[in-house]
């Protein structure tokens, strides 16, 4: 089932949690809603699935309007963010829920729901649980039930809110495959809402970065991460340095660094904010760019703190396990800085950028000082 | 030498955090006696004389002044009082406590405050209020009879006056555990295709049971005890308009002391019973908030 979301708003008195937002999911996708909280991807999802209705705009399954049709008849599928599963029920009861509630001319029988209730529990790895009482389940039990539950009523689209976010790291990352084989096994059009940029990019087709009831940026995980639209997109996903620089005719100038040659910015002139992620700075041996503070050799990237010499700034550099050499490299080198990749914006909206996402996950406005 | 002084240390430590405590055993035998002497005085003793004067002249007496009409028309009515204002109330709670948590809606605080009126005033101007509307001065009273309806005086009203003191018991019972609860579980199930009355049935009632039970059985003692309102609305006709608690008092004033005793006694064991009642539902009712929680971690 493909879905449409036509300029769709929806406000919360003066708050708008969403402004005028258009999305098409093609069918059998898999698409990531990704944002901070307060971004509006949960408002979208429930208005897709029948459980909020917009101000102003249209929602389209299979190209009909569904804004007439309730939650019921829209026959989405819906994992909530803590499960929502019915406490005084087995997972059996859980999972046979959706198809014993339907009119007796479209129910199963009894045998026929306990076989596909069984079935689903098996698929989701669970079946050995079917009497127990969902209040005796784990976390990631719970998970499945909530999964399997939504299955259970067959839906060609299945949305889930959060789906990872209440589980610790381990069951989360198996869990997070799992998905993704289920949804190709299925082929159902799939949309889950989260603020995890990484599990955002490992399992989506696509992500739609949301901020501030907007959407920032559609594309797949490589196009989001390797090129963002905006200083928000830039500041949500993954760690970034942003450094004063001056823009002459296309050459780009950061005090303190050498900028790759190659590089031309020749749609901007002036004064603007460089966006530089921290794998994209190489060191050299010439001296004078910055000194090394820390150093974190604890995996397959190496992770630095260089204080720029001339500003002061501390910015960060990752450098691949390969390249570090524990014997010429320690906190006091003092190493050369070269930017292999970069984007510049005005430095009226990255300073918007960094305290919309401050804003958004409570963190501290950082930004370069002049 | 140290050791001693450690030890010596130890103890006067441990007299003072006794001492802070309130443990000292002198106390703690003067905070018993004083507790459960209070308990004796003023609960238990009047309990058991209500039901030693009931027995006073033997069990032959206690079931012949129950059986008297005047007194088994008091039971009747009082029955029949219950059991209507206590169903009414029970929907009426249900759905009230329903609006207030599971929709946004201005004044809702409003409704809340109003729920809780008939806690604040005093059953007597309740009883007024509908004596000011139906008597035969009130506001309705020309034209109810002109048409023949007798609410004042009457059943009806004694109904009336019972189901406004006994109001808030179900929904104020209803409204935190409700609130608790959220509205989640009842998404989930319209989502997976169930209607209105199938989520209120399969979901939302079964997770409200306990408490609902717990405020009917608070409903109903005070339906079946209610003095002060229903006194005003009744006009005290024996045989006709008597609950218990009014029988209860002509027949003491009469000084006929086992009859009013031995009516007294049934409302005495309605007492106990709501109370054993109450202790097993705040059991289950604990027992499914710890498991509610659990889920919920």
């Keep these: 089932m493909s879905i449409e979301i036509s300029h769709v708003s929806r406000r919360y008195g003066d708050f708008a949690a969403l402004d005028d937002v258009s999305l098409s999911v093609a069918k059998g996708e898999l698409i990531a809603l990704l944002g901070p909280s307060g971004s509006g991807k949960t408002t979208l999802l429930r208005i897709v699935a029948g459980l909020d209705w917009p101000d102003g705009g249209d929602v389209l399954l299979d190209g009909k309007s569904v804004l007439d049709h309730g939650a019921a008849e829209r026959g989405v599928g819906f994992v909530f963010q803590h499960y929502a599963l019915f406490r005084h029920m087995s997972v059996f009861d859980n999972v046979a829920f959706g198809l014993r509630v339907r009119p007796s001319a479209t129910r199963p029988s009894k045998a026929e729901i306990a076989d596909r209730v069984m079935k689903l529990l098996k698929l989701v790895q669970i079946d050995w649980l079917a009497d127990r009482s969902v209040t005796q389940l784990s976390g990631g039990q719970r998970q499945r039930v909530a999964l399997a539950r939504a299955l259970a009523i067959e839906p060609e689209v299945l949305m889930l809110d959060e789906p990872f976010g209440a589980l610790d790291a381990k069951v989360r990352k198996d869990l997070r495959r799992w998905l993704r084989r289920l949804h190709d096994e299925m082929g159902m059009t799939t949309v889950f809402v989260t603020h995890d940029q990484e599990e955002a990019l490992e399992l989506a087709d696509r992500v739609v970065v949301m901020g501030q009831g907007h959407i920032e940026q559609i594309g797949s995980p490589h196009e989001i991460y390797a090129n963002p639209a905006n200083p928000f997109v830039f500041e949500f996903l993954g760690s970034v340095n942003k450094l004063p620089c001056n823009v002459a005719k296309g050459d780009v100038g950061i005090e303190g660094l050498v900028v790759d040659s190659a590089i031309r910015m020749p749609e901007f002139d002036g004064r603007g904010t460089a966006y530089v992620r921290p794998h994209d700075i190489e060191l050299t041996s010439a001296h004078g760019g910055g000194t090394v503070r820390l150093i974190a050799a604890s995996g397959p990237i190496v992770k630095m703190d260089v204080e720029l010499d001339k500003t002061g700034q501390v910015i960060e550099v990752d450098l691949p396990l390969h390249r570090y050499n524990p014997a010429t490299l320690t906190a006091g080198t003092s190493v050369g800085l070269v930017v292999r990749r970069l984007k510049v914006f005005p430095e009226a909206e990255a300073e918007a950028a960094a305290k919309a996402v401050a804003q958004a996950t409570g963190a501290e406005v950082s930004l370069p000082s002049p | 030498m140290p050791a001693d002084l450690n030890a010596v240390m130890s103890r006067k430590a441990e007299i003072r955090r006794r001492l802070l405590l309130g443990e000292h055993i002198l106390v703690r035998a003067i905070l018993l006696f004083l507790g459960l002497g209070f308990l004796l005085a003023f609960i238990l003793v009047p309990l058991a004389a209500v039901f030693m004067e009931a027995f006073g002249r033997g069990w032959t007496a206690y079931v012949a002044a129950l059986s008297e009409p005047a007194a088994a028309a008091s039971i009747r009515l009082t029955l029949l009082v219950a059991a209507i204002s206590v169903p009414l109330n029970l929907v009426f709670g249900v759905i009230a406590a329903w609006a207030i948590t599971k929709f946004e809606f201005r004044g809702k605080s409003f409704l809340i405050t109003l729920i809780d009126l008939p806690f604040s005033v005093s059953p007597v101007i309740a009883g007024l209020v509908f004596v000011l509307m139906f008597g035969l001065q009130g506001w309705f009273g020309p034209w109810l009879s002109d048409n023949g309806i007798k609410i004042i005086f009457a059943v009806p009203g004694i109904v009336l006056a019972t189901i406004f003191v006994t109001f808030p018991f179900v929904a104020r019972e209803l409204i935190p555990l409700m609130q608790e609860q959220g509205t989640e579980e009842e998404e989930a199930a319209i989502v997976l295709g169930a209607n209105g009355w199938q989520t209120f049935f399969y979901v939302t009632l079964p997770n409200i049971k306990w408490g609902l039970l717990y405020g009917v059985l608070l409903c109903n003692?005070?339906?079946?005890?209610?003095?002060?309102?229903?006194?005003?609305?009744?006009?005290?006709?024996?045989?006709?308009?008597?609950?218990?608690?009014?029988?209860?008092?002509?027949?003491?004033?009469?000084?006929?002391?086992?009859?009013?005793?031995?009516?007294?006694?049934?409302?005495?064991?309605?007492?106990?019973?709501?109370?054993?009642?109450?202790?097993?539902?705040?059991?289950?009712?604990?027992?499914?908030?710890?498991s509610h929680s659990g889920h919920a971690a």
């Design chain 2, 221 to 290: 003692a005070r339906a079946m005890g209610e003095f002060g309102a229903v006194s005003v609305v009744s006009g005290h006709i024996r045989g006709q308009t008597n609950t218990m608690p009014l029988q209860t008092e002509i027949l003491y004033n009469e000084y006929n002391i086992v009859a009013a005793f031995s009516v007294a006694s049934l409302l005495a064991l309605l007492a106990l019973v709501t109370l054993v009642a109450k202790s097993v539902l705040e059991w289950r009712l604990k027992a499914a908030h710890s």
